[in-house]
């Protein structure tokens, strides 16, 4: 490790101070990455209970580690210590790399980017960690487009391995160089991809989730396919998977996906209604395609 950031300080300068916007399931699991890694780091969110919400999930993840023995309180006390927490951009202007997590819709980015962009030092790497919206396009509002890219973890952050580095078109060379360059010392595995709708990982996820949702609507179970699904391989199966990464993140996914590739990428209606109508978000919000109640899993009827 000592020998790999010796190497990449020539060409890179590696962040000392953090910054996360958006403090749900992937703010707080990015500021646990980054206070893990020795960071110091600026959480910040639109509301209390969100911020509280993040805190929540940056120890979930840190008493994952100490159950495994990798982690000592001490540890975790001086890393949850290192997390700030604010409603403002206070202490940005000393921030080296800011990731923004809020929701998935490009105007609200594009507001929230602007304000980052105008609260950091003229030197810092701002990234996105969206799904599948064009970074070009967020970028289009920046004053330094050429500092801006995606950098896209997903859920949940202490165990997926993969990252998405995504070269928005004015993104220059040295901004990938430091992106790549972060994920191999945070412990992940960076591949730099198109800047196209989904970019790889949700053009081919959110397919196999919708088509899950057009087999329930024609009868399937939901509990069957999730056991096919896991007899077949998979880690979990599709309404598992949907439930955990959120239904509203998924439709808003799944809807920018049908926007680009119309008809072959339909939103299922299923999907649409239990985000619009019923108000179920899954695991985060107790209900989904399942129950989440007292550890208890059960199918939602
Ligand atoms: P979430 O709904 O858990 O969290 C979003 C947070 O953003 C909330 O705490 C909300 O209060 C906050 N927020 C909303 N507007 C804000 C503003 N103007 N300023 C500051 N904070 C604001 O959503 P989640 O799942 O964490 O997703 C966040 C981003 O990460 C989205 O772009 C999503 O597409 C992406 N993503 C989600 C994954 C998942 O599996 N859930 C995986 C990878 C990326």
Known sequence: KRQQREAYSDVVTLPKTGAVIGAGVMGGGIAWLMSSKGLSVRLKDIQWQSIELGYQKVVEYFNQLKKRGKVKQGEIDAAINRIGGSLDYSGFNRVDMAIEAVVEVIDVKQKVLQEAEAALPETSLLCTNTSALSVTEMASVLKRPEQFCGIHFFNPVNRMPLVEVIKGQQTNSQTIAQAISVCHLWGKVPVVVKDSPGFLVNRILLPYLNEAAYL???????????????DFG???GPFQLADQVGIDVGYKV???????FGERMQVAPVLEHLYAKLKLLGKKSGRGFYRYQDQEVQVNE
């Open 216 to 230: 329930l609507e024609e009868g399937a179970d939901i509990e069957k396919v999730d056991q096919v699904m896991t």
């Open 234 to 236: 998979m880690p979990m």
């Open 254 to 260: 799944a809807k920018i996906l049908e926007a680009s």
